[in-house]
């Protein structure tokens, strides 16, 4: 089983819609959660930071962490065309450890 | 503010060749990491250094791949001799605190 599961996708909505992005991981130990945007050809790009569980919004974004159930989410309202890219979830024990990273989610905004 | 700065963009060898990567990371940022991205997976982190101490190589193929960072700034990761399972994106990172900076990577194919 993998540290971190998340679904390839890709996944298709319509501009305007609500985007649904999730992962599950299996170890307890993770305190850090982060999501990276990565467009084609490029290196990626963090979006959301978080420690422990809750919400945290940042524009368009809100990225949440129940870690009773061991699952990550990433909202996003009014997509937009230019949000097309692979998102990763990703997340770490400690502040210094290495993060491990999921497969990442390809995301199509169709305008 | 340069981002991090990596070369060749994209280079093709055949297997048993050897390759190198060089990477610049951002002005000041103490701790440089190489990941290696292969198609439809997260990064998977090869070398982080501190300076030019290494911190963590525990996933470093170590009889094929090297990495250096002797003064501290650039790092150069050297493949050799090079495997077809090494095609892959090669991601150069630099962080100052807790936030990464990825650079465009390497797209290297091994035929």
């Known amino acids: 089983q993998k540290e971190v599961e998340q679904d390839p996708g890709p996944l298709s909505v319509p501009e305007g819609a609500i985007v649904s992005l999730n992962c599950t991981y299996s170890?307890?130990?993770?305190?850090?959660f982060m999501w990276y945007r990565q467009y084609s050809r490029k290196g990626p790009e963090l979006l959301m930071y978080t420690y422990s569980s809750g919400n945290k919004e940042d524009g368009r974004f809100t990225a949440q962490v129940d870690k009773s159930s061991k699952y990550i989410s990433l909202f996003i309202r009014d997509s937009q065309p230019s949000d097309s890219a692979t998102y990763l979830c990703a997340m770490k024990n400690s502040s210094a450890s290495k993060i491990i990273f999921g497969s990442g989610t390809r995301l199509s905004i169709r305008p | 503010e340069a981002g991090v700065a990596q070369s060749p963009r994209y280079k093709i060898i055949e297997k048993r060749q050897s390759v190198a990567f060089w990477c610049n990371p951002i002005s000041g940022h103490a701790t440089l990491y190489w990941y290696q991205q292969i198609l439809g997976q997260g990064p998977k982190l090869l070398i982080q250094?501190?300076?030019?101490?290494?911190?963590?190589d525990s996933q470093l193929p170590k009889d094929r791949f090297s990495a250096e960072r002797l003064k501290g700034v650039d790092s150069t990761l050297k493949i050799q001799p090079a495997k077809l399972e090494d095609s892959a994106v090669y991601l150069c990172?630099?962080?100052?605190?807790?936030?990464?900076?990825f650079g465009p990577g390497t797209r290297l194919l091994v035929l």
């Open positions: 990172a630099s962080s100052e605190q807790e936030t990464q900076y």
């Open positions: 250094f501190q300076n030019n101490g290494v911190v963590d």
């Open positions: 170890n307890s130990a993770f305190q850090y």
